[in-house]
């Protein structure tokens, strides 16, 4: 059975970085599209960025791009979300994903789902 755990969110101040990661088990990170997305209450989950095997295809969402790197580790079958220039307005639940379809505007590409992990940015 698929399992995601994130991990390395926190609370930390505007302009600030965090580093999350997201440890899979029971599959090869290099046979599936892997994607981080995020969550607020009261709205949709919205993707972040996703990537396939071997970085040869990588997206990211426009909210985020150039301050946001997603890279995998196929050894340790790991996925990060480097987060640097943290806003307010990226704090959420975020949730890494795995499946086989690497889009970022629904959530329906994605049958493998973590637990979450919260980052708060304060101004």
């Known amino acids: 059975q698929v399992q995601l755990v994130e991990s390395g969110g926190g609370s930390v101040q505007a302009g600030g970085s965090l580093r999350l990661s997201c440890a899979a088990s029971g599959y090869s990170y290099s046979n599936y599209c892997m994607g981080w997305f995020r969550q607020v209450p009261g709205k949709e989950r919205e993707g972040v960025a996703a990537?396939?095997?071997?970085?040869?295809?990588?997206k990211y969402a426009d909210s985020v791009k150039g301050r946001f790197t997603i890279s995998q580790d196929n050894a340790k079958n790991t996925l990060y979300l480097q987060m640097n220039s943290l806003k307010p307005e990226d704090t959420a639940m975020y949730y890494c994903?795995?499946?086989?379809?690497?889009?970022?505007?629904?959530?329906?590409?994605?049958?493998?789902w973590g637990q979450g992990t919260q980052v708060t940015v304060s101004s």
């Open positions: 994903a795995a499946g086989h379809y690497c889009v970022l505007d629904s959530m329906n590409g994605y049958n493998s």
């Open positions: 990537i396939l095997p071997h970085g040869i295809f990588i």
